[in-house]
């Protein structure tokens, strides 16, 4: 079986560019995270999906933050624009249980 | 609003001795997961507990979850260096006509070879 796939890996931006993160969960999978987790901390919770609707978004900041799961499939997040303390890894989980190797972003 | 605690926040022992982690939640509680993240890594899944005052072992890693399914505690036998990480819990409740996934911050483990 798969994991779950994430892409990029790594990105530097900096600040007030834009920036999106790309989730492919396991397939099946009707229950789509995303988490960022900033260095020393546990995962936050940024945007929850079950299949294309969204569960709970409520810690999203949405004035620069958005999330889509247009097909209840991949899930895209995007992050315009991005401020200095965005900087973390941005993790993606498949039912909740399986993460993907997330994306590390360093805002400059 | 739901929240789950979770203590001690650092933990540091030598190795081969005991360790535990405790989580509590403010509310009840459909399931609890626990995780283990190493430093650099991606949170990894290491169980999920459902069932009132369940107790799973996986070789010596002890996980138990509280009758009134608001604590669970995660314990270690004669730690190894290998158990070095984060260990965090995750509770699951019923929001309406879906799940919510509550995540404490976390017991930092460091082990003296």
């Known amino acids: 079986e798969a994991g779950v796939a994430q892409s990029p890996r790594y990105k530097i931006i900096e600040k007030r560019q834009s920036v999106a993160f790309w989730c492919n969960p396991i397939?099946?999978?009707?229950?789509l995270y995303w988490y960022q987790q900033i260095l020393g901390q546990g995962p936050k919770l940024l945007i929850q999906?079950?299949?294309?609707?969204?569960?709970?978004d409520s810690q999203l900041p949405k004035d620069r933050f958005s999330a889509e799961r247009l097909k209840g499939v991949d899930s895209t997040l995007k992050i315009q624009p991005a401020k200095l303390e965005d900087s973390a890894v941005y993790l993606c989980?498949?039912?909740?249980?399986?993460f993907g190797p997330g994306t590390r972003l360093t805002v400059l | 609003g739901q929240q789950v605690m979770q203590i001690p926040q650092y933990q540091h022992v030598q190795e081969g001795e005991d360790f535990t982690t405790y989580c509590n939640s403010s509310?009840?509680?459909?399931?609890i997961q626990w995780y283990k993240q190493r430093p650099g890594g991606h949170p990894v899944f290491l169980i999920q507990?459902?069932?009132s005052g369940e107790v799973k072992k996986q070789k010596r890693l002890t996980f138990q979850f509280g009758e009134a399914k608001k604590n669970s505690s995660l314990h270690i036998t004669a730690t190894q260096t290998t158990d070095v990480g984060t260990y965090f819990c995750?509770?699951?409740?019923?929001?309406?006509?879906?799940?919510?996934?509550?995540w404490g911050l976390g017991t930092s483990l460091a082990v003296n070879p």
């Open positions: 397939s099946g999978h009707a229950t």
């Open positions: 507990l459902v069932k």
């Open positions: 989980a498949s039912r909740g249980q399986y």
């Open positions: 995750a509770g699951s409740f019923n929001a309406g006509n879906n799940r919510k996934l509550i």
């Open positions: 999906f079950q299949n294309n609707g969204v569960v709970d």
């Open positions: 509310t009840t509680l459909s399931n």
